[in-house]
């Protein structure tokens, strides 16, 4: 079976600067796939490749199997693919359900215009909250939150249309220990519905936690690929930590 | 999460429902509003007459007009400074199209649609091009007023067409037509922000661009059909404009962009985009209004009015600025 999305030969120039060069990566369904690297090693870049806000400079993006390109987030989002950026990129002035919706407004007819349905997007998101096991007013305005509300308003924006693969930028980043938990048993349910996952984090042991496959990049390169579950957590570790920082040289 | 019995929660929760930014109007501009009234008609018997009444609304009618679009503007994150130009080339363009015989509402319909391209050039340039609004604008401003000036000769046309006049002198069940035509679009554009895409997008735009770009909006596109709209209310006004003083000339509404953004701001709509709404700006131009009557009333010398608006508009941004602040905090 093909992989659900896969990038073949994609570089990624920015001016002078090349953030991506000549990467592969594959994603199947249901995988959950780490993304490790240091700062500035290209994992942003990569994850918006996938999220059409950038196209690849070279290379190219495949959709089971066949190749797609996402000329805009718009794009992505149809395809299935979901994204929490690491900004969490929300509008402070709206409330939880129009954050939810933003872009996807749900709408009735009125005569002969059409107008927002937003009874039924407050509803659709409570319901969404809710069912997410989440503590979230859908009429509270977003700008008004602590980081960690605002991050479940973007995971939940990101669930709310069944996504296929959902791309996570950095998601812990801003949250409590308790809160990472509530976030990573989302991340394990998913999986088990079927989503794929592609996690973006610092935090080693998240990564370990949920993801079946972690891939390591450098400088722009994919320098290695992992399985977490072949080795004990130690050995993982110390040869993530080789990887990313280059210590070690040795093929993967 | 929080215990509902504090009493703190009730004070605050009534706090949160009057801030305009969650969906009220500003508290102290309805209080000022009120007491303006109240003390006006205790101090001159003359301020409660039905003539003077209307008079105040026929004085804010055309700055309305305007200002519902520069509201819709400046919520979007935008800033729209060539109205008053905009309103001068309209009233222009009607009366030179209704010298050459051409039939009133074609030359209506020319004149709007002149408004609505100016709307779509400061919209390209500041979506497509990136050119800061302000700077966008006051340029537009500039080559819009001395186009109306180059086309005219710099000469006024004095308007006959009782059709067109009725816009400025007329009457509907005794409401002046001014009156009428901005309480509509107050109306239309009041019902239409919170409850059609048009209007969230506005906000959503203003609030983030960027958020609002990664969520699939079409951003630049909507940032033109924001300035359009600001572009053909202008338009309308010029048109108002010219019934009420039964001629057309390059020189109108000179200066009106103060008024109008005052009334905007005043009216509690961020200068940062993202948060505003029509009522605010409604009781705003009814505040203005009700201090230069005041101001006029009491024999209070016209140039104070200039400096009276001035010192009102620094009110709004100090307000606007202090309230930003806190909000940020968070
Ligand atoms: N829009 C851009 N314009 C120019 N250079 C960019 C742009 N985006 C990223 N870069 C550069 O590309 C490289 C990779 O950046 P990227 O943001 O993908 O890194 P990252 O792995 O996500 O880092 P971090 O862990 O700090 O988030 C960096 O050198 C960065 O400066
Ligand atoms: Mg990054």
């Known amino acids: ?252 | 999460m929080s215990a509902t019995t504090r009493p703190v929660s009730t004070v605050s929760r009534l706090r949160s429902a009057l801030r305009p930014a969650e969906g009220g109007v500003n508290p102290g501009l309805v209080a000022a509003l009120l007491i303006l009234f109240v003390l006006l008609a205790v101090t001159s018997p003359y301020f409660l007459s039905s003539t003077n009444l209307l008079n105040i609304g026929k004085a804010v009618a055309i700055t309305g007009i305007v200002a519902v679009g520069e509201t819709i503007v400046i919520i979007a994150g935008g800033f729209d400074l060539s109205v008053g130009s905009t309103m001068a080339a309209a009233g222009m363009t009607a009366a030179f199209l209704l010298g050459f015989g051409v039939p009133l509402p074609v030359a209506f319909a020319a004149s709007i649609l002149l408004g609505i391209l100016i709307g779509l050039v400061n919209g390209a340039i500041i979506s497509y091009a990136r050119i800061n609004p302000l700077i966008t604008t006051l340029a537009t401003l500039a080559i819009v007023r001395g186009l109306a000036y180059v086309v005219s000769g710099g000469r006024e046309i004095v308007i006959s067409d009782p059709a067109w006049l009725s816009l400025g002198t007329g009457a509907i069940l005794g409401i002046p037509v001014m009156i009428v035509i901005v309480a509509v679009t107050f109306l239309v554009f009041g019902w239409a922000m919170p409850r059609t895409i048009f209007g969230r997008y506005a906000y959503a735009i203003g609030s983030s661009a960027r958020a609002a770009r990664l969520s699939g909006v079409a951003v630049d596109r909507w940032r033109l059909a924001f300035y359009v709209t600001c572009g053909g209310l202008a338009s309308l006004a010029g048109l108002v404009l010219v019934a009420r003083t039964g001629n057309a000339q390059p020189s109108a509404a000179l200066g009106v962009e103060l008024d109008v953004i005052t009334a905007v701001i005043l009216g509690g709509t961020s200068l940062t985009g993202g948060r505003g709404r029509l009522a605010g700006t409604l009781i705003a131009l009814l505040v203005i209004g009700i201090v230069n009557n005041g101001l006029t009333l009491l024999g209070v010398p016209s140039y104070w009015q200039q400096v009276v608006k001035g010192g009102i508009l620094l009110a709004a941004v100090l307000y606007d600025e202090l309230h930003r602040g806190r909000r940020d905090e968070r």
């Open chain 1, 1 to 252: 079976m093909a992989p659900l999305l896969e990038l073949r030969g994609v570089t990624k120039t920015f001016g002078s600067v090349t953030a991506l060069r000549d990467v592969d990566l594959e994603i199947g369904a249901a995988e959950a796939v780490g993304l490790i690297g240091d700062n500035g090693a290209g994992k942003s870049t990569l994850v918006k490749i996938l999220s059409g806000v950038y196209a690849p400079t070279a290379g190219a993006l495949h959709l089971d199997g066949s190749p797609v390109s996402f000329g805009s987030p718009a794009d992505a989002r149809r395809a299935g693919v979901e994204m929490i950026y690491q900004d969490l990129a929300l509008c402070d002035d709206l409330d939880v359900a129009a954050n939810i919706f933003l872009g996807r407004e749900l709408r009735r007819r009125l005569g002969p215009i059409r107008i927002l349905d937003r009874e039924r997007m407050a509803a659709e998101a409570a319901r969404m909250i809710s069912e997410l096991g989440l503590s979230l007013v859908p009429g509270r305005l977003v700008g008004t939150m602590s980081g960690g509300e605002r991050q479940m308003v973007a995971v939940a924006r990101a669930l709310q249309f069944q996504p296929r693969l959902l791309l996570m930028d950095e998601p812990t980043a801003a949250l409590s220990a308790e809160k990472i938990r509530v976030l990573l048993g989302l991340v394990e349910e998913l999986k088990r519905r079927g989503v794929s996952i592609l996690l973006i984090s610092h935090r080693f042991t998240d990564i370990l936690h949920v993801c079946d496959r972690i891939v390591v990049v450098r400088q722009g390169t994919v320098v290695g690929s992992l399985q977490p579950h072949a080795q004990p957590a130690e050995q993982t570790m110390a040869r993530m930590t080789e990887l990313m920082t280059g210590d070690r040289v040795s093929a993967a």
